[in-house]
Nanobody, 124 residues
């Protein structure tokens, strides 16, 4: 499975961005998908995930502001980010795994496949 993330950029605080992650090389509908982020000097952290049955979960820091979704026909997972804050600045990574069957997967060790990351910078 190959993952290609896109959609990052520079935005002012309060603005919005939509990240996309296109998958290839596997059966997308069978993949559990997640988004993580890594800010400078910090460890990679969980942002959101979406199961095969479209169940979603979010980190407390983004709950109510970010929305994860998937389009199985387009083999793409999205992360809609609203009300962005400077502390949301990070490299955002999408991840996938074919054997996660839990409702949520917040640990990066649970995912076998990773995209290259896309930079999101929020200015104050």
């Amino acid at each position: 499975v190959q993952l290609q993330a896109s959609g990052g950029g520079l935005v002012q605080a309060g603005g919005s961005l939509r990240l996309s992650c296109a998958a290839s090389g596997g059966t997308f509908s069978r993949l559990f998908m997640g988004w993580f982020r890594q800010a400078p000097g910090k460890e990679r952290e969980f942002v959101a995930d979406i199961s095969r049955s479209f169940a979603t979960s979010y980190a407390d820091a983004v709950k109510g502001r970010f929305t994860i979704s998937r389009d199985n026909d387009k083999k793409t997972v999205y992360l809609q980010m609203n009300s962005l804050r400077p502390e949301d600045t990070a490299v955002y990574y999408c991840a996938a795994d074919p054997v996660i069957w839990s409702i949520s997967a917040v640990s990066q060790e649970q995912y076998d496949y990773w995209g290259q990351g896309t930079q999101v910078t929020v200015s104050s």
